[in-house]
């Protein structure tokens, strides 16, 4: 009985792993196993100023010693930061989110900022980041799939 | 014949011509299986419910004994038997299958010789020739009634208890067709005892007073020493209520031989099988002592015993409005001619 | 419960009755418990990440088709008749996560379908999860009430 119980759970992990199996392994792929530390993202109004302000912002937020890995998005209107925060500090996730955004709107107020530490968010965060470097991939998708992530971040269970 | 307070003596040695066994899949694995007569390997049993498989091991465990002892069903007078399930349906079912003027009687496990001992109080006193008395459990239709869904993932106890998936049936007669076959000889009814005990999953600790009980009373009104007996042998006290009741007996002032005192909720199952305390129900007592016990005997392993079934008198309704267990055992000796 | 006082002569039965009875191994099922209930979790875990890997689900949303899956999980063990072996093994630890109130249901429906659709299956399936409904239920409801006035009177 109990070997017919190991071998269920093996086949279910089978399953659910050999799904993954496209041949190419991104970062976003491994997002939430690894610290992929991206680099910040600026879609749209490429300037020098707005590029600063983007890694600031996300030097900022990476000093919090609660979190170890960072993602920043940013367009002309919104601010995406999502972030993985210690797994011992995970009990004090709602203070840390707290936190953060009043540091950062303190620090920028002009800045609309939207603040998730959730996995999806910062997967989705990731493969924004490498869509980007395609050329192909316009600022006008690039801003859809942002929108995108982030009304699946406003909606609730 | 009354003798002393509550026991029966059978002068006229009422026969047990036959006995059917029956019995499921888990008891096929035990240790007593080539004791049996008839074995499932499935708990339906070829039925759409257990209720009626329930049924099925009682009426093939009586027409085994009816074929062995190659008597006709016409000539039985009557039919004496009982189980757990409620209003004891399947062996009003098989009455009516069977077609005997019928008895149904309720004793919880100590069903088994509740009818043998009525059975053989009524062929003792011309009564009637021939009586058929038979007592069963069905484990998943027990499980169901008593405790939770058979497939329920709780955790029993280790004081917990299995019910027997089995029937034994018996025919007790008048007189003898041929030699060698075992005769009752006395019986003790027992009275209702209750210790307290409210744990339904130890059932073995509260039947253990009854059968004491029922055990010492017997040897008073007999005016015998317990060495009278190659076997004393419980129905379903399981490893604490055995224990229990021994300890009790040695106080009661009867000196019992430790290795003479068995429990047939003990002998029907091996000590690998997940059966925590032993094995329990109306059909445990029955299948061992029917089968394996009368085989043993007929081969001259034992030439006297006392049977002692204990049951437990207790509804899942009882139980849940916090009464305690009360508990009853009848005691039957048998001897070979 | 209503205490009965018990007879002098049934407190010491009671004495010796337990001497002999066997103690439930506490220690050691609370180990099983651990490790079962881990695996369980483990199991729930993956699936989640899976729910968030492969479909839109946050970690937020992830949580209902998780524990959808779990439940259906626990359908097939019980069906199969695994599910009452992994129980007395592991006690709570199969019991507690919702896998375990999968198979109260699950076994109480499978146990009365012999009594017909209307009144086995659907009369029955919730005897023994519908006490966890109801009370669960019941204290979320007390707790939102509480919540509810605690925020009117601005204490939080």
Redesign the interface.
């Known amino acids: 009985?109990k070997k017919?119980?190991l071998s269920?759970?093996a086949f279910?992990?089978i399953l659910?792993s050999g799904?993954?199996g496209d041949g190419k392994v991104t970062d976003s792929?491994l997002a939430?196993l690894k610290t992929t530390n991206p680099p910040a993202v600026l879609i749209d109004k490429n300037t020098r100023g707005n590029m600063d302000l983007v890694e600031n912002i996300e030097h900022d937020v990476e000093k919090m010693k609660e979190l170890y890995d960072v993602a920043v998005v940013k367009s002309n209107g919104d601010t995406l930061v999502a972030y993985k925060v210690k797994h011992l500090q995970r009990f004090h996730m709602k203070k840390i989110e707290k936190k953060m955004t009043k540091m950062l709107e303190e620090k920028y107020p002009d800045e609309n900022f939207i603040v998730s530490s959730?996995?999806?968010?910062f997967?989705e965060a990731v493969e924004l980041q490498e869509k980007m470097k395609d050329p192909d991939f316009t600022d006008n998708k690039a801003k859809k799939k942002l929108d995108k992530i982030i009304k699946?971040?406003n909606?609730?269970? | 014949m009354l003798k002393g307070k509550q026991s029966w003596v059978f002068q006229n040695r009422p026969v047990i011509a036959a006995a059917g066994v029956s019995g499921g899949p888990f008891e096929a694995n035990g240790n007593l299986s080539e004791d049996f007569d008839v074995l499932h390997d499935d708990l339906w049993m070829g039925e759409d419910s257990y209720e009626k498989a329930h049924r099925i091991l009682l009426e093939e465990a009586g027409q085994t004994a009816l074929n062995k002892a190659n008597v006709q069903k016409e000539d039985v007078q009557f039919y004496i038997a009982g189980d757990l399930i409620n209003q004891i349906t399947p062996s009003s079912l098989s009455a009516r299958t069977i077609q005997i003027p019928y008895f149904g009687v309720f004793g919880a496990c100590s069903t088994s010789m509740e009818g043998l001992a009525l059975a053989s109080f009524i062929v003792n006193y011309r009564g009637a020739d021939h009586v058929l008395t038979g007592a069963s459990s069905h484990n998943a239709a027990v499980e169901k009634q008593f405790r939770y869904p058979t497939e329920y993932g709780g955790q029993k106890p280790p004081t917990a208890q299995w019910t027997v998936t089995g029937a034994g049936a018996a025919l007790v007669s008048a007189k003898s067709a041929g030699s060698n076959l075992p005769v009752t000889t006395s019986a003790t009814i027992g009275k209702v005892i209750d210790m307290g005990l409210t744990d339904p999953f130890n059932m073995g600790g509260a039947m253990a007073p009854a059968a004491a009980d029922t055990i010492t009373a017997h040897f008073k009104d007999m005016q015998l020493d317990p060495s009278h007996y190659d076997l004393i042998v419980t129905g379903d006290l399981g490893r604490i209520g055995q224990e229990t009741a021994y300890e009790l007996l040695i106080n009661n002032g009867l000196k019992i031989d430790r290795e003479k005192f068995k429990d047939c909720g003990l002998m029907i199952y091996k000590d690998d099988q997940p059966v925590q305390s032993g094995g329990s129900g109306a059909g445990c007592s029955a299948a061992v002592l029917y089968g394996h016990l009368l085989n043993q005997m007929k081969q001259g392993t034992y030439r006297r015993i006392l049977v002692v079934a204990t049951g437990a008198l207790l509804s899942p309704l009882t139980f849940q409005q916090s009464e305690s267990i009360p508990c009853i055992a009848h005691a039957v000796s048998i001897e070979m001619t | 419960m209503s205490k009965k006082t018990k007879t002098p002569e049934q407190q010491q039965y009671e004495k010796l009755e337990q001497k002999h009875e066997l103690k439930r191994p506490v220690l050691k099922n609370c180990i099983r418990a651990f490790w079962v209930g881990g695996?369980i979790c483990v199991?729930g875990q993956?699936?989640t990440?899976?729910y968030?890997?492969?479909f839109?689900?946050?970690?937020?949303?992830?949580?209902?088709p998780t524990v959808a899956t779990m439940i259906f999980?626990s359908m097939l063990?019980t069906g199969?008749g695994?599910y009452d072996?992994?129980g007395q093994f592991g006690g709570a630890g199969s019991a507690v996560p919702v896998t375990g109130f999968g198979n109260a249901v699950i076994s109480a429906a499978i146990e009365h379908r012999t009594e017909g659709f209307v009144l086995g299956v659907g009369g029955n399936m919730f005897k023994l999860a519908g006490s966890v409904i109801l009370f669960g239920v019941f204290s979320a409801f007390v707790v939102a009430l509480i919540k509810t006035l605690l925020i009117i009177w601005g204490v939080i």
């Open positions: 009985m017919r119980l269920f759970i279910s992990l659910l799904c993954s792929d939430l959730d996995y999806k968010i997967i699946l971040k909606e609730m269970t | 695996l199991v993956a699936i990440y899976f968030i890997y492969f839109n689900f946050t970690e937020q949303t992830a949580g209902n999980i063990l199969f695994v072996r992994l």
